[in-house]
T-cell receptor, first 114, second 116 residues
Framework: DQQVKQNSPSLSVQEGRISILNCDYT??????FLWYKKYPAEGPTFLIS?????DKNEDGRFTVFLNKSAKHLSLHIVPSQPGDSAVYFCAASAGGTSYGKLTFGQGTILTVHP | ETGVTQSPTHLIKTRGQQVTLRCSSQSGHNTVSWYQQALGQGPQFIFQ???????GRGNFPPRFSGLQFPNYSSELNVNALELDDSALYLC???????????????FGPGTRLTVT
């Protein structure tokens, strides 16, 4: 039962263009969503998050959009840089006593070409 | 500020053996979560410890157990190792009262366990 899904295993983008990574979820109890970036031989690094009371959150080049009715979120990276090449995971939390339990998607490998 | 550290980096064990993995949480964090990441998959929640008590558990059998110490460091113990236990084990720390969201967890580099 995959409650968080990232249906694109990989994405290839040219430097300077926009990267859009997508994530779908099924559990309506999820109320907080996060994106993590992972380089080889390192642990996931927190990137950006969004609460279910918002539909957009920006941090520099990174913007996360949440569509609750569609149970869909996306991460936009503008402009994309070669250093952004990594595996990106979306994660969700149900809050309350479950806030510490993150449910992750399978990840999307982003490659940004110079 | 010290980040999350884990030891050892790599480990090779034989099926049926027992293993202990260690984690030191980020300074100021009192909550530690453990995740298992199989090859090509996202991390899967094993359990969480808050103030030395287990505070939530994922779909893992009882042979996966843990401890948290007064200094908030933590251990993950796995008994009767199976081949499918081969994975990257990640430790993450967080703190309900810390700046930022309590949902945000900060991960260590992981321990790569291989069971043969």
């Amino acid at each position: 039962d995959q409650q968080v899904k990232q249906n694109s295993p990989s994405l290839s983008v040219q430097e300077g263009r926009i990267s859009i990574l997508n994530c779908d979820y099924t559990n309506s109890m999820f109320d907080y969503f996060l994106w993590y970036k992972k380089y080889p031989a390192e642990g996931p690094t927190f990137l950006i998050s969004i609460s279910s009371i918002k539909d957009k959150n920006e941090d520099g080049r990174f913007t996360v959009f949440l569509n609750k009715s569609a149970k869909h979120l996306s991460l936009h990276i503008v402009p994309s840089q070669p250093g952004d090449s990594a595996v990106y995971f979306c994660a969700a939390s149900a809050g309350g006593t479950s806030y510490g339990k993150l449910t992750f998607g399978q990840g999307t490998i982003l490659t940004v070409h110079p | 500020e010290t980040g999350v550290t884990q030891s050892p980096t790599h480990l090779i064990k034989t099926r049926g053996q027992q293993v202990t993995l260690r984690c030191s949480s980020q300074s100021g964090h009192n909550t530690v979560s453990w995740y298992q990441q199989a090859l090509g998959q996202g991390p899967q929640f094993i359990f969480q410890y808050y103030r030395e008590e287990e505070n939530g558990r994922g779909n893992f059998p009882p042979r996966f157990s843990g401890l948290q110490f007064p200094n908030y460091s933590s251990e993950l113990n796995v008994n009767a190792l199976e081949l499918d236990d081969s994975a990257l084990y990640l430790c993450a720390s967080s703190s309900p009262g810390y700046s930022g969201s309590p949902y945000e967890q900060y991960f260590g580099p992981g321990t790569r366990l291989t069971v043969t």
